[in-house]
Structure formats: structure tokens, C-alpha cells
């Protein structure tokens, strides 16, 4: 007899309040005049992510592995990234509710006059809001799925909207169709690497699940053929999603080419929901097989330190400069994941947060330097900005002071834990590894620091467009967090020391 599957809805209801908003989000497309869109459309945003988070808090002191089946584990780490998530869509659908950053001013289009005068006209792209909520329940379900199902649909659910987002941008309409383009043809072969790699790990373990396979590698009672081959094809697919070398090429491109507050939502949020599935895939269904694994993980870490960190130097476009950077971030969080150990679980927590509110507000402040054609990301004409407006350029340089790891800011803080958590489970040569590619990095930010408040300015035409109130809240917050959590890391590295394990 079928039995209904049994569904803890408690559990599960930040993931369904999110999902609910976004099909309500797509009613509001069909039904709704455009005049009242936007407003509504972000209100329905920002009231969801409030109302999941707050039903987060509600149920973060409960636990579950069956509360959609056997398909979901509800355990301390992922309610930490699912809560995190929530803050990187609040804080980056506020910069994206600015709509200027898509419609740009008709001389700046090529094309057909109908298609200038009707965005000049004011016409605003509000289906980014049910597609943003979209991607967020996707990146929700990621983290805490566990069987490769459920793993596979959460990957697509937060994928697909994204390849969409990163083609919303009229004003570098080429630019942008590519970044869709690329994004979407490179993230479909990743997929099929994940299920390929998925499929064979079935056929090794006879189990969909990350506990089934844990059981059959320490039985020893498959093909270890399938079992190298599964652990390769499904990193294959997870290193993709979060810019590891060399699996790489589309985070320069498409951080160029989508729409600014796009590029800084996907940069948080997308890196902490794949680092959150690597995170429970590698430490539970893969730990008895850490020999077979580590070597690969550990030197794909040390290249893609240094690759990130050597190839930012020679960028001259502050978007794809910010790409290399997250591409050598992912290699400092890699070194989480071969560490294997609570504390390094924790600081990944920490490490994922704080670099994700800094990251969405170095992005927020790029939206915000701009000519007569719309956005600038050219960095030669950033030159002397710092004398222009010397409080973006300030807050602009405490983000990048806090990428390099300078301390008092939350990044000094994050890589000090990555890098103690892989000195004390043995890895020396990550962590020698990290500092070295952290000392490269500390060049170019302080190169553009330096070319921002003591350099004269080229370009008189470059200037700083006074921000909406929603991105100024954004931009705000982003840079108060990176302070506070660089003076007083307790407040967070306690709630990620407490929230650190997986149920198995």
C-alpha cells in the first residue's frame, strides 16, 4: 500500500513561505498593472524573507533527518545557512528593487527606437523579484538535502532563475545576453557532471542517500571504480557552482556581465548554498573515503588560491577584479572542507557570512559610480574618487580592506579561522598556501585604495549618483556588520560554534 509521506511543515516552513511568495509573485506578473508592480512585488519580497527568517529563529533549537522523508536534515548547519541566505536575499533585493540599475537612459541602447523610448518611459523589469525568490528557496533546500535527488532538483530550482537574472541587463545588453549564454550552457554541463557523478554513486551504494553511501564505502561492498568516478563527476559539479579552479572560466564573465545587484546577490548567496552542500556531502556521505578525495580537494584549493589571487591583479573591470577575488576566497573555504574537523565546519559558517554581507555591498557600491551612459566598472576611471566623494570611496575600501584579511574587519577574522582549523587537522601547506595568496591579494586591494584617495582624478565625467534609500539601508547594514563582526567576532563565531554539526 502507498502511505503519504510524512512532512514536518515547522521544518520545512521557511522554504515554503519563501516558494508561496514567489508563485504569489508570479500572479502579481499576470494580474497586476504595471504601475503598482514594483511596489508590490518588493514588498511581497521583503515581507517573505522576514517572515522565513523569523519562523527560522522559531524552530533553530529543533533538529530533524526525516522531516521531508528521509530527504532533508534540518541540523544546526543548515538552519545557520538557510539564515544567512535569507539575510544576503534581503540585503540584495534591496539593491535590486533600485530598477535604474536595469533601465538604463535611451541613448544608452542600441536597438530599435520603440524598444529606447518604452524603457526610457519607465517601464520596470519586476519579474527579478518572483525570480530572485525562486532561486533563494533553491539555495535553502541545497544545504540541507540529503539524498542526491532531492540534491539535484534543490541545484536546478537555484540555478535556472540565475540564468535568467544574469541576462536582465539592458545597458551592456551584449554583455549581458553572453554572461545569460555562458552561465547557462557551462552550469547545464555541470549539472550533467553532478548527475552522472550521482548516477554512479547509486550504482555503487545501491542508496540514494548520503548515509547509505557512508554505510557502503566503510562495508566496502561496491565498485571502487564507480565510487572514484561518482566522487569525481558530482565535484565536478559542486566545484562549478562555487568558482573553484579550474572550473572557473564563467565567474569573470558573467560577474561582468549581469546587472551589478545580480552579480553581488549571486556572489553571496550562491557560494554559501554550494559550500553548504559541498560542506554535508564531503563530511558525511564522503568521510570514509577521505584518502580517495583529500589529495584532489587539497591541491584544486592551493590552485585556486593562486590562481584568484594572481589573475585580480591584472583586471582592469572592478566587476571581473571581484570575480578572481571570490574565486580565491573559494579556495580559503576549500580548505574547510578538507579539514574535516567542528572547528573548521564553524569557521566556514562564519567565513561564509561575513564574506557574503561585504560582498553584496563592494557590488551595492559599484551600482553606484556611474557616467552620463550609466554604470562605470572601468577601474582607471575610479581614479581619485576618494576625493569626489570621500565616504563611498570610504566604505568601498573598508569592504576591500576586509577581503584582504586586514584586521578589524570580519575578514581578518574569517581567515584566521579557516587558516587555525586546517593548522590544527595537519594541513600546513593550505594554510602556508593561504597566507601566501592572501599576501598577493593585499596588493591589488591596497593598489586600488591607493588609486582611489591619492591619485588625481583622469575623468571629470565619472561621478557618484546620490543612492535610493533602500540601497543606502543595504549598503548601511553591509558595512556596519563587516565592522562590528571585525571588533567583537564573538557575536557570530559563538552562534557558528554552537550551530556547527551535521545529523547523520
Known amino acids: 500500500m502507498l502511505t503519504a509521506p510524512k512532512l514536518d511543515y515547522a521544518l520545512?516552513?521557511?522554504?515554503?513561505?519563501?516558494?508561496?511568495a514567489a508563485l504569489l509573485g508570479v500572479l502579481v506578473e499576470a494580474f497586476i498593472k504595471q504601475v503598482w508592480r514594483a511596489k508590490l512585488q518588493l514588498v511581497i519580497a521583503l515581507g517573505a524573507i522576514v517572515i522565513a527568517f523569523e519562523q527560522l529563529f522559531r524552530v533553530r533549537n529543533q533538529t530533524s533527518s526525516i522531516a521531508a522523508v528521509t530527504s532533508v536534515s534540518i541540523d544546526g548547519a543548515g538552519i545557520f545557512l538557510q539564515?544567512?541566505?535569507?539575510?544576503?536575499?534581503?540585503?540584495?533585493?534591496?539593491?535590486?528593487?533600485?530598477?535604474?540599475?536595469?533601465?538604463?537612459?535611451?541613448?544608452?541602447?542600441p536597438g530599435s527606437n520603440e524598444e529606447a523610448i518604452a524603457l526610457q518611459s519607465g517601464k520596470q523589469q519586476t519579474e527579478v523579484f518572483p525570480l530572485t525568490l525562486f532561486a533563494v528557496s533553491g539555495m535553502m533546500l541545497f544545504p540541507i538535502a540529503t539524498d542526491f535527488i532531492t540534491l539535484f532538483v534543490a541545484l536546478e530550482v537555484l540555478s535556472l532563475p540565475l540564468y535568467l537574472m544574469a541576462g536582465l541587463s539592458r545597458r551592456r545588453r551584449l554583455l549581458s545576453q553572453e554572461a545569460a549564454l555562458k552561465y547557462f550552457l557551462l552550469g547545464a554541463y555541470s549539472?550533467?557532471?553532478?548527475?552522472?557523478?550521482?548516477?554512479?554513486l547509486y550504482g555503487y551504494s545501491g542508496n540514494l542517500s548520503l548515509n547509505g553511501l557512508t554505510d557502503a564505502i566503510r562495508g566496502s561492498g561496491g565498485n571502487d571504480v564507480f565510487l572514484l568516478l561518482g566522487i569525481a563527476f558530482l565535484s565536478v559539479g559542486l566545484l562549478f557552482k562555487v568558482g573553484a579552479v579550474p572550473f572557473h572560466s564563467w565567474t569573470p564573465d558573467v560577474y561582468q556581465g549581469a546587472p551589478t545587484p545580480i552579480t553581488g546577490f549571486m556572489a553571496a548567496a550562491t557560494k554559501a548554498a554550494a559550500f553548504g552542500a559541498t560542506l554535508r556531502i564531503f563530511y558525511i556521505g564522503l568521510d570514509a573515503a577521505q584518502l580517495s578525495w583529500k589529495p584532489i580537494i587539497s591541491t584544486i584549493a592551493v590552485i585556486t588560491m593562486i590562481v584568484g589571487s594572481v589573475a585580480a591583479i591584472s583586471q582592469r573591470d572592478m566587476k571581473r577584479m571581484l570575480a578572481f577575488s571570490s574565486i580565491a576566497h573559494a579556495g580559503f573555504i576549500l580548505t574547510a572542507v578538507v579539514s574535516l574537523n567542528k572547528n573548521?565546519?564553524?569557521?566556514?559558517?562564519?567565513?561564509?557570512?561575513?564574506?557574503g554581507v561585504a560582498t553584496i555591498g563592494a557590488f551595492g557600491i559599484v551600482t553606484l559610480v556611474r557616467d552620463s551612459a550609466g554604470e562605470v566598472s572601468d577601474v582607471n576611471r575610479w581614479v581619485g574618487l576618494g576625493k569626489k566623494s570621500p565616504l563611498v570611496a570610504s566604505v568601498y575600501s573598508l569592504f576591500l580592506l576586509s577581503f584582504a584579511g586586514i584586521p578589524l574587519t570580519s575578514g581578518f577574522v574569517g581567515k584566521f579561522t579557516i587558516f587555525s582549523a586546517a593548522y590544527e587537522s595537519g594541513n600546513i601547506y593550505l594554510v602556508v598556501a593561504g597566507v601566501l595568496s592572501s599576501a598577493i591579494a593585499v596588493f591589488f586591494y591596497l593598489r586600488i585604495i591607493l588609486m582611489l584617495f591619492f591619485a588625481d582624478?583622469?575623468?571629470?565625467?565619472?561621478?557618484?549618483?546620490?543612492?535610493?534609500?533602500?540601497?543606502?539601508?543595504?549598503?548601511?547594514?553591509?558595512?556596519l556588520v563587516t565592522i562590528i563582526l571585525g571588533l567583537a567576532p564573538s557575536l557570530l563565531l559563538d552562534v557558528a560554534q554552537n550551530f556547527a554539526y551535521f545529523l547523520r
Open 12 to 20: 520545512l516552513a521557511p522554504i515554503l513561505i519563501i516558494l508561496g
Open 83 to 109: 539564515g544567512a541566505i535569507l539575510v544576503f536575499a534581503f540585503l540584495g533585493i534591496l539593491i535590486i528593487a533600485d530598477q535604474d540599475n536595469f533601465v538604463p537612459q535611451a541613448s544608452a541602447l
Open 191 to 200: 549539472s550533467a557532471f553532478f548527475l552522472f557523478g550521482a548516477a554512479l
Open 344 to 355: 573548521a565546519l564553524s569557521a566556514t559558517l562564519f567565513y561564509l557570512a561575513a564574506y
Open 457 to 479: 582624478a583622469t575623468n571629470d565625467s565619472v561621478s557618484v549618483i546620490i543612492p535610493s534609500l533602500l540601497t543606502r539601508i543595504s549598503i548601511t547594514i553591509s558595512a
